[in-house]
Nanobody, 129 residues
Framework: QVQLVESGGGSVQPGGSLRLSCVASRSIGSIYRVAWFRQALGKEREGVAAIRTEVGTIGTTEYVDSVKGRFTISQDNDKNTVYLQMNSLKPEDTAMYYC???????????????????WGQGTQVTVSS
């Protein structure tokens, strides 16, 4: 089991930046993958960024096309934390952002929500002028 707690959301103007944090209740080195998903009103949950966190891996990262070059996912093993640095924010980035953690499985798809076992409560990001 692992509990995830997100923080760092808020309201910013277009072009602004935010850094989201996801603190895990156990060592992230013991977790297979951690990802950030988002869900806007009336839309399905979509994967934004994922990182392979388990010890011995090189922290492979993946991003959805719409955030490449603007968002960066990273990990701090000492703090059991995964971050999502979001730059050049756009109104279409407005959503509830969720942190999720996955146990190992075959044919893992990093942006498929049902492949993740644990979810945080979410943090709201609003981008508006």
């Amino acid at each position: 089991q692992v509990q995830l707690v997100e923080s760092g959301g808020g309201s910013v103007q277009p072009g602004g930046s935010l850094r989201l944090s996801c603190v895990a209740s156990r060592s992230i080195g013991s977790i297979y993958r951690v990802a950030w998903f988002r869900q806007a009103l009336g839309k399905e949950r979509e994967g934004v960024a994922a990182i392979r966190t388990e010890v011995g891996t090189i922290g492979t990262t993946e991003y959805v096309d719409s955030v490449k070059g603007r968002f960066t996912i990273s990990q701090d093993n000492d703090k059991n934390t995964v971050y999502l640095q979001m730059n050049s924010l756009k109104p279409e980035d407005t959503a509830m952002y969720y942190c999720a953690a996955a146990e190992p499985r075959l044919r893992f798809l990093p942006f498929l929500p049902r492949h993740y076992n644990y979810w945080g409560q979410g943090t709201q990001v609003t981008v508006s002028s």
